[in-house]
Every structure is written in structure tokens, then in C-alpha cells.
């Protein structure tokens, strides 16, 4: 029976920085990008996911200016605050994000085509 005991490795935990919570914003949850088709060649960028912390208005300014996009936040009652923007701009979004400090890169997941 000895040689049927199970090696148990106790120094490792694979979920340890899972577990850390000296992570960022979004810890345990992603910011998702995604773009939604409208008329034609018409499209909406959304975002979804962000902390409740942040002012999404002053966020939304910013995009609008860095990105000469139009948009707007808008309440939904199981995403709870989304922001909206028009044209595709997923990785202008995800870049502005990133250096802004809002959110790590690890924590984005971009939807879409």
C-alpha cells in the first residue's frame, strides 16, 4: 500500500494569484469591449465591466475627445453602467485603458469580428 499513496505537492498552488488581491482595478472581473452592427456600415463600440469607483462621465469625455467619436453612457438594468461610443473603437478603447491606468491588460477581453 505504501507505494499507492498519492504524491501531494504542497509548495506549489496554481491559483495563488488567483487569490492575490493586490491586483488592479477589475480584479476579479474582465472590462469587455465589444461592437455591436447597425445600419450598413454603422457600428457601436461598448464597454462594460469597469469599477463603480470611476466617474464613467469623465471617462466617456475623455474618449470622446481623444477619439472625435460621439457617445454616451447608458443604464442597463443587468450590466448596470455602459459606456457607448460610435465606430468601431476596440483597440483605441483597450489602448486609451491601459495608459490611462484604469485597467490592466490581462483584464480586457475584446469581443466581435
Known amino acids: ?29 474582465y472590462v469587455h469591449i465589444r461592437i455591436q452592427q447597425r445600419n450598413g456600415r454603422k457600428s457601436l463600440t461598448t464597454v462594460q465591466g469597469l469599477k463603480k469607483d ?26 448596470g453602467q455602459v459606456i457607448q461610443l460610435q465606430g468601431d473603437q476596440r483597440k483605441n478603447v483597450s489602448s486609451f485603458l491601459i495608459q490611462a491606468g484604469i485597467v490592466k491588460k490581462d483584464h480586457i477581453k475584446i469581443h466581435g469580428f
Open 1 to 29: 500500500m505504501s507505494e499507492l499513496d498519492p504524491q501531494i505537492p504542497s509548495a506549489f498552488d496554481p491559483f495563488a494569484e488567483a487569490n492575490a488581491e493586490d491586483s488592479g482595478a477589475g480584479s476579479k472581473e
Open 54 to 79: 470611476y466617474s464613467y462621465n469623465k471617462i466617456l469625455k475623455d474618449l470622446k475627445k481623444e477619439f472625435c467619436c460621439n457617445g454616451t453612457v447608458v443604464q442597463d438594468s443587468e450590466l
